[in-house]
Every structure is written in structure tokens, then in C-alpha cells.
């Protein structure tokens, strides 16, 4: 927190009517629906895998059937696991030059991390004014654009991998059912597990992502009003990992976070929060 920052809210303070700490402060949401929107991003590029895939069942079909039929297996330099491997190598490329590429990638991240603050700016700008009637401290905040920088540059890594991993295991099963000699159905089945895996972890990325995100801004705009601690609330429900339930009501410092478990929201898809530690604001009011 800089001098003037913190000479602004003590002056605010000794202007407004409020001389004790607030008695119960208000929970701060999750930005539920940046949340969405990352996973409506990870999920196209999964669709689009989907779709390329789709259009490979013929050339599955008929591999898949010559195998069978010849009962000889798929090696590695057979024709048929050489004829689906070129088929994968041009969803690739179509996928790099399309759905993939990093300009486009960079500007969805940017836009969606642009929206999580907008959401934090605007939870924690009605926490203050109806705990300490002050308003949030605005104004530019080099730490603010180096986080959404950091945000977009990583997540455009993570979408990227998601939709490569997808085609990773698609090529992995397809080449294990030639070798198996499996039906055409069978592959099928397994390729649609493969699917659900593919989705289940956008969703924990969506998850991880905006929570850790939504966790950063809110330690920047709380220590730049002053507030260095908090209280770890956690989602109070059967969800609720055990380390994380005995968290609940204990008060710890930004700077040093709760050891291994650092930050609320920090953790791989953690729902906790920070109540902020308001009473140091008074002293001496």
C-alpha cells in the first residue's frame, strides 16, 4: 500500500460517521460467469476436436474393419496406423491455423481475465461502501495489468494443450483399438469416454483459473485499502476439502498466506475466500 493510498482511506475514514469495524461483513461471489465463459472457450476447442474427429469415422471405419478382417494387428509402420496418422497430422494443422492460434487465444484470455476484475473491482467497491461507507481506492495499478497480462500468456498455453491433449489421447485410443484389433463401435465407445475426460478438466481448469485470478485481484485492491489479513471462509458445504475445513475462522496475512495451502482461491480449484481483517483500520480513529 503506497503513503498516498493509505492517507486517502485513513482521511475518509476520519470523515465518515463510522468509528467501529463492521460486526458481520458481507460474503464477495464468484465471478461465476467469467467462470463460464473460460469453460465455453475450452469446450469449442474440445467441440471443434470433436467435430474433426467426426469426420475421420469413415477412414476409422474402414481401417478398423481391414485389421479385423486381416486379423494381422497394427504396428507401428503398418499402413493403417501410417494412413490415420497423416489424417491426425492435418486436424493439427488445421487446428494451429484456426481455433488454436495464439492471437486469437491471447485475446479471448485477455478478455475474460478483463472481466473477472471488472466483477472483483465492482464486489469489493460495495463491500467497502457498506462496511466503512469509503469508497474502493481506484486509479491505475501497474500490479492489476501485469496480473491480466500473466493470466492471458498462461491460458493461452493451458487452451492450448487442452485441445492438444484431446488429440493426443483420440490418436492414442485409435491407434490401441487397431492394435487390439478392435470393432469400429467399440472405438467408438472409447473415444466417447475420452471426450467426457476432456471436459471434465475444462471444467476443474475453468474452476482453478478464475478462482486464483479472482483470489490475486482481491489481495491487490485489499492491501491497497489497507487491509494485510484476513479471515478464511470457506464454501460451507459437503464439497469443503478436510485441510481446508480447518481453516475455517482463522486469520492469516497476505504476505504469508496459510503455509502449503497459500491463499484462499489459491489451491487447484478452491472456493474459499478472504474476509477482510477491517479492525486495523480504526486504530487510532
Given at each position: ?142 500490479s492489476i495489468d501485469r496480473l491480466i497480462a500473466s493470466f492471458a500468456n498462461e491460458n493461452v498455453a493451458l487452451i492450448k494443450d487442452l485441445g492438444k491433449s484431446a488429440l493426443d489421447r483420440v490418436q492414442t485410443t485409435v491407434l490401441d483399438g487397431f492394435a487390439r484389433g478392435r470393432t ?102
Amino acid at each position: 500500500m503506497s503513503q498516498s493510498d493509505r492517507l486517502r482511506v485513513r482521511k475518509l475514514l476520519a470523515e465518515s460517521r463510522r468509528r467501529l469495524p463492521p460486526k458481520r461483513i458481507p460474503r464477495q461471489r464468484h465471478p461465476s460467469g467469467a467462470e463460464l465463459r473460460y469453460r465455453a472457450r475450452m469446450v469449442q476447442v474440445l467441440d471443434e476436436v470433436n467435430a474433426e474427429v467426426a469426420s475421420l469415422a469413415p477412414l476409422i471405419d474402414r481401417l478398423a474393419t481391414q485389421i479385423v478382417q486381416s486379423n494381422e494387428g497394427a504396428r507401428s509402420d503398418a499402413s493403417p496406423a501410417a494412413e490415420f496418422l497423416g489424417a491426425i497430422s492435418q486436424i493439427r494443422k488445421r487446428m494451429n491455423s484456426r481455433i488454436l492460434s495464439a492471437p486469437a487465444l491471447r485475446r479471448a484470455a485477455r478478455e475474460i481475465a478483463a472481466n473477472v476484475d471488472r466483477f472483483n473491482r465492482g464486489e469489493l467497491e460495495g463491500l467497502f461502501k457498506r462496511t466503512l461507507g469509503i469508497p474502493l481506492t481506484t486509479g491505475k495499478d501497474l500490479s492489476i495489468d501485469r496480473l491480466i497480462a500473466s493470466f492471458a500468456n498462461e491460458n493461452v498455453a493451458l487452451i492450448k494443450d487442452l485441445g492438444k491433449s484431446a488429440l493426443d489421447r483420440v490418436q492414442t485410443t485409435v491407434l490401441d483399438g487397431f492394435a487390439r484389433g478392435r470393432t469400429t463401435r467399440d472405438i467408438a465407445k472409447d473415444l466417447a469416454e475420452q471426450r467426457g475426460i476432456s471436459k471434465r478438466r475444462a471444467a476443474l481448469i475453468a474452476r482453478d483459473q478464475i478462482g486464483t485470478l479472482n483470489s490475486e485481484l482481491t489481495q491487490v485492491r485489499h492491501v491497497r485499502m489497507g487491509v494485510t489479513s484476513y479471515v478464511w471462509r470457506t464454501a460451507g458445504d459437503e464439497r469443503v476439502r478436510d485441510e481446508h475445513a480447518a481453516l475455517e475462522g482463522r486469520v492469516f496475512t497476505w504476505a504469508q498466506g496459510a503455509g502449503s495451502e497459500g491463499n484462499p482461491g489459491e489451491p487447484i480449484a478452491c472456493r474459499c475466500e478472504a474476509e477482510p481483517v477491517l479492525d486495523p483500520l480504526f486504530e487510532g480513529l
